[in-house]
């Protein structure tokens, strides 16, 4: 419940004997050491010290997000890895479609359920980043010619061009998370679910993202901010919350965490420091700092960001998981004691409606 969680922080953070509250509006930057964690909605006059300190192309404020899905849930004997005209080293992969199937999932998109608009809505989208169902009201063959066209991109099992593809592209080196490539959308992710499973290779997808288009203000991390997300003249400013590239309130808290961890480092004349990959938040800031600037969107934690188990995993993904969560906790306390990081205190009780 968001507004008994922000109720309660409200409630700590006021009693705290060691924190002032200041309820004004911060039109610049501080000139002193200071995160800033403000948000997906940073105000425009903050927005544009942002920008002056980080550059023109340093803030984006409009995103669309193509949905990720998980690189053991889809059908490798139905999806072929091929880059267009065969450029490429194996990043793509792509479900090929024939006319029926083509022609259902066109129908299923246009008949699909999508999420209400809000009146910033009204600014007319980009050409490059369209929702895929105004593409497909567009006409029969606007997906075909866009986002789904085959050309370039032939079946090696039977040597044909299919009649659409779907391409999938890798967003980690492990190969455990995929992009759908021009598929950024405003169905609901129920929707998601149930049209693009519709796509051959896809029956069984797990998504560890689904796709969405909204008013969003985020920094382009990977370059313009240090791996711990400060510009590399300012040490001692450090960003943090869903403005560095991070989505949802369990990640934005514990960027703001560590920010607060490095940002007294610093002070006190140390070196900052990151949790390894093998942690949800090592791996996600591996993310922020290592993804494809021109590509770079906003991410959630999910098990594809983690560094892969050494030597063969457990088929089973339950178990996999399970594994991968207990040598996270394994290495995220190694990581603390080793830089005389305190644990948290034990929760009070939770609060109820």
């Known amino acids: 419940d968001r507004d008994l969680f922000s109720a309660r922080m409200t409630e700590l953070v006021s009693a705290h004997p060691r924190i002032r509250i200041e309820r004004r509006e911060m039109t610049g930057l501080p000139d002193g050491p200071a995160i800033i964690a403000t948000g997906p909605l940073t105000s425009d006059a903050l927005s544009a010290a942002i920008r002056e300190l980080l550059g023109h192309e340093g803030l984006a404020?409009?995103?669309?997000?193509?949905?990720?899905?998980?690189?053991?849930?889809?059908?490798?004997?139905?999806?072929?890895?091929?880059?267009?005209h065969g450029k490429g080293d194996g990043d793509y992969l792509n479900c090929p479609?024939?006319?029926?199937?083509?022609?259902?999932?066109?129908?299923?998109?246009r008949a699909a359920d999508v999420y209400p608009g809000h009146d910033w809505e009204n600014i007319p989208y980009f050409e490059g980043c369209l929702p895929i169902e105004v593409m497909a009201a567009r006409g029969d063959d606007t997906l075909r010619f866009g986002p789904m066209r085959p050309v370039g991109l032939p079946d090696p099992r039977t040597g044909r061009t299919p009649y659409a593809v779907v391409q999938l592209r890798r967003e980690d080196r492990a190969g455990q998370m995929w992009n759908m490539v021009g598929f950024q959308t405003r169905l609901r992710t129920g929707e998601q679910r149930r049209v693009f499973r519709m796509i051959p290779g896809l029956e069984h997808a797990e998504f560890l993202r689904y796709g969405s288009?909204?008013?969003?203000?985020?920094?382009?991390?990977?370059?313009?901010?240090?791996?711990?997300?400060?510009?590399?003249?300012?040490?001692?400013?450090?960003?943090?919350?869903?403005?560095?590239?991070?989505?949802?309130?369990?990640?934005?808290?514990?960027?703001?965490?560590?920010?607060?961890?490095?940002?007294?480092?610093?002070?006190?004349?140390?070196?900052?420091?990151?949790?390894?990959?093998?942690?949800?938040?090592g791996a996600l800031y591996r993310y922020l700092?290592?993804?494809?600037?021109?590509?770079?969107q906003p991410m959630n934690s999910n098990f594809g960001l983690l560094e892969p188990l050494p030597g063969p995993a457990p088929r089973d993904r339950q178990r996999r998981r399970e594994l991968l969560a207990e040598r996270a906790l394994r290495d995220l306390h190694a990581w603390m004691r080793e830089h005389g990081i305190a644990p948290a205190p034990e929760p009070a009780a939770p609060v109820h409606a």
């Not at 899905?69 to 004997?77: E, Y």
């Not at 703001?256 to 093998?278: M, S, Y």
């Open 289 to 296: 700092r290592e993804a494809r600037p021109a590509e770079f």
């Open 97 to 109: 479609l024939d006319r029926e199937q083509y022609r259902a999932f066109l129908e299923a998109l």
């Open 213 to 281: 288009i909204h008013r969003n203000t985020y920094l382009q991390f990977p370059a313009r901010l240090t791996p711990w997300g400060a510009p590399p003249d300012r040490p001692d400013l450090l960003f943090a919350g869903q403005l560095t590239g991070v989505e949802g309130y369990t990640e934005s808290a514990a960027s703001g965490i560590l920010a607060g961890i490095n940002l007294d480092r610093i002070v006190r004349g140390e070196a900052p420091t990151l949790p390894p990959p093998t942690t949800m938040l």
């Open 61 to 84: 404020f409009y995103d669309a997000i193509a949905p990720i899905i998980a690189g053991d849930s889809i059908d490798l004997a139905i999806a072929y890895p091929a880059a267009r």
